[in-house]
Nanobody, 120 residues
Framework: QVQLVESGGGLVTPGGSLRLSCAASGSIFSINAMGWYRQAPGKQRELVARMTSGGTNYADSVKGRFTISRDNAKNSVYLQMNSLKPGDTAVYYC???????????????WGQGTQVTVSS
């Protein structure tokens, strides 16, 4: 099995910054893609940022403010969030597309989520 463990959420005032971290562990052969999604109350889960072998993409609402990065040696992904706005308040979920040892097709995994609240 594969586990994704997130950390770094919390309460921050508008204009502030937070850094989310996510580490994958378990029977991992390789990770195709890692990224972050978020879900605000009453809304659908949406992509925030994602890194694949083909590149990186961001939601329009976070471009220029958020930066995603990976440490492949640690099977980890990070999200640096700057200039936070109240509209960024949501539960943030780590996502990974993982080839497990012995598998021919990748499987998708989710973290448990970490709350980010932007409020004065």
């Amino acid at each position: 099995q594969v586990q994704l463990v997130e950390s770094g959420g919390g309460l921050v005032t508008p204009g502030g910054s937070l850094r989310l971290s996510c580490a994958a562990s378990g029977s991992i052969f390789s990770i195709n893609a890692m990224g972050w999604y978020r879900q605000a109350p009453g809304k659908q889960r949406e992509l925030v940022a994602r890194m694949t072998s083909g590149g990186t993409n961001y939601a329009d609402s976070v471009k220029g403010r958020f930066t995603i990065s990976r440490d492949n040696a640690k099977n980890s992904v990070y999200l640096q969030m700057n200039s936070l706005k109240p509209g960024d308040t949501a539960v943030y979920y780590c996502n990974a597309l993982v080839y497990k040892l012995g598998d021919n097709l990748p499987s998708q995994y989710w973290g448990q989520g970490t709350q980010v609240t932007v409020s004065s």
